[in-house]
């Protein structure tokens, strides 16, 4: 099967830099996801890494280390916006099932 | 551009009684999933679906039954409903390349009494 570990909780302030990890354990990776869950509403993707290295999208970057079963994503320039959960995902037998990790909620401060 | 459409968004159940969550999605995705969230809680994986006719079993399948019959639908029924199937669902779609981007309905609240 697969388990993936986020941290529970995490408090940042506006401006700062804040780095969310998750570590995995799965059979035939394929690639590591991210999402963003607003409080009442659905999950949406942030990010995708099939390969080791860094993936930048504006304020969000993503990175993985598949010999070490890890990824983290970052945010810079957090705004209260931002306070949300996060949620890493895998892809793994044959591509297409996707389990997600038990998230990790921001908090952000003025 | 409608995306996956969930419905009901709300429904109050008795337990023992059964119902079905109906979800379908335009967007031509030949993966479709069913994830139940908790409260406070991450996504398990119920069922999905890799194309019409093709179901297979995720993380917590018990109590739930699903069928693909066309590629735009893939409902979720409910038998024999149980205060510990108390839950958000949620129902999403894919397509079977690239990053694979899972994109969700608004979700079904759904309560067992």
């Known amino acids: 099967g697969q388990s993936l570990e986020q941290p529970s909780e995490v408090t940042a302030v506006e401006g700062a830099i804040v780095q969310i990890n998750c570590t995995y354990q799965?059979?035939?990776?394929?690639?590591l996801s991210w999402y963003q869950q607003h409080d009442g509403g659905a999950p949406t993707f942030l990010s995708y890494?099939?390969?080791?290295g860094l993936e930048e999208t504006g304020r969000f970057s993503s990175f993985l280390s598949r010999s070490d079963s890890y990824g983290y994503l970052l945010l810079q320039e957090l705004q209260m916006k931002d306070s949300a959960s996060y949620f890493c995902?895998?892809?793994?037998?044959?591509?297409?099932?996707?389990?997600f990790g038990t998230g990790t909620r921001l908090l952000v401060s003025p | 551009n409608a995306g996956v459409t969930q419905t009901p968004k709300f429904r109050i159940l008795k337990i023992g009684q059964s119902m079905t969550l109906q979800c379908t999605q335009d967007m031509n995705h030949n993966y479709m999933y069913w994830y139940r969230q908790d409260p406070g809680m991450g996504l398990k994986l119920i069922y999905y679906?890799?194309?019409?006719?093709?179901?297979d079993k995720g993380e917590v399948p018990n109590g739930y039954n699903v069928s693909r019959s066309t590629t735009e639908d893939f409902p979720l029924r409910l038998e024999l409903a149980a205060p510990s199937q108390t839950s958000v669902y949620f129902c999403a779609s894919s397509s079977n390349s690239g990053t694979g981007e899972l994109f969700f309905g608004e979700g079904s609240r759904l309560t067992v009494l």
């Open positions: 679906s890799v194309g019409a006719g093709i179901t």
């Open positions: 799965t059979s035939g990776f394929y690639g």
């Open positions: 890494n099939a390969l080791d």
């Open positions: 995902a895998v892809r793994s037998t044959g591509f297409q099932k996707l389990v």
